[in-house]
């Protein structure tokens, strides 16, 4: 009976509000002008529409060839999520990019000296507070402020299985790569299982058709994303969150530490707030593990860190 307890916990899907993996995706500057699916929002009930916003702060400094990519990144996401009478749920996602030196430059060089216990001889020899990004397939473009590219998303609940379809559109200025110039199209599935009483398991994969970009060049016509993770649940409140991601490259530009895939590992912590919750989180790149295992964390932002808030319309 034991045994066939454990089972039912491990095929058991797991639905419950908040149970989700934190809502984020690779912040690299040149992944963010196209569109990615990203997990973490759970189903609504029927009639229900919830909001949120949240700000995310990546820096990245990457040298591969005659590319140079150094600056950091502030994103403000808005969206909004209404389910419709047909069983369907629509949202809108309404991004906000600036691109500039930053201020993290510091806080990454002493995080890697006194927690990962190692230096980076790149950021040892570069000047803080640098917003460039230059290379043949990049183009050249400095500090930008702007609209991103707007997304329209539906998801649809089938059994334990979410499934999801994403329509980006070029509204942000490919010019100033605060978007792509060219419209994607993303679709996802994802599922939730329950580990035992404080665990849960989640999974989503998606393939995103990317359009073709007016600036970049070498867009692949396809990118493919999975990523897992687990929800440690102590009490009704408080959860804790461990997640790995992994999407293709944007673009083919024939230098090897460009086109490897992008592998980040995220931790989180979220707290739940009646009918809203409030999250918290950070992600590492390849630096996690001194660039030793690209299985486990490869390309993207040297540090990522943010905050996200949602909440229930008219409760």
């Not at 095929?11 to 997990?39: D, E």
């Not at 990962?116 to 930008?144: C, E, H, N, V, Y």
């Not at 630096?287 to 008219?314: H, I």
Request: aromatic share 10%; with cysteine.
């Amino acid at each position: 009976m034991k045994g066939f307890g454990l089972a039912a916990c491990l095929l058991l899907p797991s639905l419950a509000a908040g149970q989700g993996l934190i809502a984020t995706r690779n912040h690299r500057a040149v992944s963010l002008t196209f569109y990615r699916w990203t997990p973490g929002n759970v189903g609504l009930e029927s009639g229900e529409s919830r909001w949120s916003v949240s700000w995310t702060e990546a820096n990245d400094l990457r040298a591969a060839g005659s590319n140079l990519e150094d600056c950091e990144v502030s994103r403000l996401l808005l969206e909004f999520r209404r389910a419709l009478p047909s069983g369907l749920e629509a949202g809108l996602e309404l991004p906000l990019l600036a691109r500039h030196g930053g201020v993290l430059d510091g806080v990454i060089d002493w995080w890697h000296r006194n927690v990962l216990g190692w230096t980076d001889p790149l950021r040892d020899a570069s000047p803080q507070g640098r917003a460039t990004i230059q290379g043949p397939d990049l183009g050249s473009f400095g500090s930008a402020t702007g609209l991103g590219d707007v997304a329209f998303v539906v998801r649809r609940s089938s059994g334990p299985w979410r499934f999801g379809v994403a329509l980006k559109l070029p509204t942000g200025d490919a010019g100033q790569l605060l978007g792509s110039g060219a419209t994607d199209l993303a679709a996802a599935a994802e599922r939730d299982w329950r580990l035992g009483e404080r665990w849960t398991l989640h999974a989503y994969g998606a393939a995103v058709l990317q359009g073709r970009p007016t600036r970049l060049r070498g867009a692949r016509d396809v990118a493919w994303q999975a990523g897992f993770g687990v929800v440690w649940s102590p009490n009704s409140r408080d959860q804790w969150i461990a997640q790995w991601q992994h999407e293709d490259s944007a673009l083919r530009t024939g230098v090897a530490p460009l086109d490897a895939p992008h592998r980040l590992v995220t931790f989180g912590y979220r707290r739940l707030l009646g009918d809203g919750l409030v999250e918290a989180f950070f992600s590492e790149d390849r630096d996690l593990f001194n660039g030793s295992w690209p299985e486990g964390a490869n390309v993207g932002p040297d540090f990522t860190v943010g905050l996200r808030y949602e909440a229930k319309v008219g409760r």
